[in-house]
């Protein structure tokens, strides 16, 4: 079929006066169709008017689609098993596609431009990584800045609040400075509820921007689109970085991801007529500068040193001075180390092991008691207390601790017990509590309320009137 230039381009000839044999000479086309044109006497080319083959089942496609819950190939089969008709899955997939059946209409993608030192977008990816000799499922961290095109990305076990502040401290380190907003795809590690424009971040993130000079915004729910240049760095990620590298440990697939990421920032890009860091030369200036101390980045938690003198932390263990068998300590997970403190004093300091399946101890020869110690190293100052106390106080707390395996903690209770109540009520409950046997010390304090009530909370006797 002629086009509409060529036709038109023929009523134009035959509008000046040239012939049916001329102006097919001219075009390069048969006098017969120079003819349908002039008998047809329109520019446009005229519709296709023919019947499909499927069009008298539309409505049976229709409710196909529905049942068969979108899959085409057995909508085929379905409509084949009902009507006898000769049409093939090509035919039919045609059809879907022409009428808008299963096939939403595409939409066109935004433009978004970026001025210099305006916005980063960040976001994670997951992949499987060799990482010390077997294959490991990690979370990939990346951090684009959306006008120069410069990107840093890290390797993580897992990837929670703590994690994304380390990652976000390096980041804006690596670039010197930070965007005045980081674009997110709504992660509840940042988000606090809403999304888009009516996303509300953590405080605890929403303070954390703040101190490094930026603030977090969320794109529209389902337009990935406006965060793009953070997801196109995944797949270079996955088929440049990844593919056929091993690792050593994190920290070695961190470092070489650092100078992977010099090499590409400093790789020319067709696209942008220019390399990543020869734009980052003009927005260097518009980012917003770090503050001149920057707090380190830890989690922190609460643990009880346990009776072997270690505190645990995703699954390892690591050494404390004996002396604190019992005590509540503090540590501070940073992103290498793993830091105990005793109220503001650090008391222990470990490298941080990765998280694995497996339990590991780190052990400090100088956190182990001296030969012949072992005994003494093992008793708590409530020990000694209760045991200064005397019967039946000594004799109870040496049958708890034989029997419970958190004794440190149950000694404590019991210590507390009698700093709290009166001394024979709570003389007399222990005493039936090692006459029974019984060492629960929820039930030791019901019986030592009840003694109590029994004592000092009677209630006068009624007397006759009269």
Known sequence: MLDQTIRASILTLREAGHGTRAIARALHISRGAVKAVIAD?????????????????????LALHASCKGN????????????PIALSYQALTAFCRRHGIGHEPPTPVG????????EMQHDTSPHDVQISGAVRHVQTASLVLAHSRMVFMQMYPRFTRFHCKVFL???????????????????HVVVLRGTGKEMVPVPEMEAFGRRL?????????????????????????ERNFIAGREFSDFADANQQARTWCDKVNASFKRHLHAS???????????????????????????????????????????????????????VRETKDQVRVFIGPREVSTHALRAATGGRQRTTLPEHRPPRGQVAAALRSPEEDELAAAGAPFAEFAAVLRK?????PVALRRLAQLRRDYPAAPLAAAIETAIHYGLYDLERVERVILKNIAATYFQLPEDRDEG
């Open 169 to 187: 401290t390096e980041a804006v380190q690596y670039f010197g400075g930070a965007c005045a907003d980081c674009m997110i795809d709504n992660t």
């Open 276 to 330: 990543p860091r020869d734009l980052f030369a003009v927005e260097a200036s518009r980012l917003r500068p770090l503050p001149a101390w920057i707090p380190e980045v830890y989690a922190l938690h609460q643990r009880i040193v346990d009776l072997e003198g270690y505190v645990h932390v995703d699954g390892h263990m690591y050494s404390v001075p004996y002396q604190l068998i019992g005590k509540t300590v503090e």
């Open 72 to 83: 085409l190939v057995r909508v085929h089969e379905e409509l084949l098993s009902r009507h």
């Open 403 to 407: 029997r419970s395996s958190r004794w």
């Open 213 to 237: 000079g930026f603030r977090f915004i969320a794109h529209e729910k389902g337009d990935a689109n406006r965060s793009a240049h953070v997801e196109r760095q995944f797949d270079h990620i």
């Open 111 to 118: 433009h978004y431009p970026f001025e210099p030192g305006k």
């Open 41 to 61: 006497g329109r520019a446009a080319p005229p519709p296709i008017e023919r019947d499909e083959r499927a069009d008298p089942f539309r409505d049976d496609i």
